[in-house]
Nanobody, 124 residues
Framework: QVQLVESGGGLVQAGGSLRLSCAAS????????MGWFRQAPGKEREFVAT????????LYADSVKGRFTISRDNAKNIVYLQMSSLKPEDTAVYYC?????????????????WGQGTQVTVSS
């Protein structure tokens, strides 16, 4: 069983930055592909970014490419999402997810474990 706890959300002005963290309580963290997804009010959950087990491969949604950076620290069992140049349309609940099968993917249904989410609000 994998437990994921997100933190770092909050209220920020447009153009600002935030760094989200996701702490995983699992001994084999480095065996999991990790991802970030988000869900805005009234909208479906959407893919944001994913990172391979070693951290050597990443994939981003077009809407965040060049502004967001996903990284991981396998020694600390943490995955990060550095968000810069934030826009009001980035406002959403951000979820961390873990996938125990090899291979990065932007399909949420292929992730096995999910955190409770952290709210990010970007004001204009």
């Amino acid at each position: 069983q994998v437990q994921l706890v997100e933190s770092g959300g909050g209220l920020v002005q447009a153009g600002g930055s935030l760094r989200l963290s996701c702490a995983a309580s699992v001994r084999t963290f480095s065996s999991n592909v990790m991802g970030w997804f988000r869900q805005a009010p009234g909208k479906e959950r959407e893919f944001v970014a994913t990172i391979s087990r070693s951290g050597g491969s990443t994939l981003y949604a077009d809407s965040v490419k060049g502004r967001f950076t996903i990284s991981r620290d396998n020694a600390k069992n943490i995955v990060y999402l550095q968000m810069s140049s934030l826009k009001p349309e980035d406002t959403a609940v951000y979820y961390c997810a873990a996938r125990s099968v090899i291979g990065i993917t932007d399909y949420g249904s292929r992730y096995d474990y999910w955190g409770q989410g952290t709210q990010v609000t970007v004001s204009s």
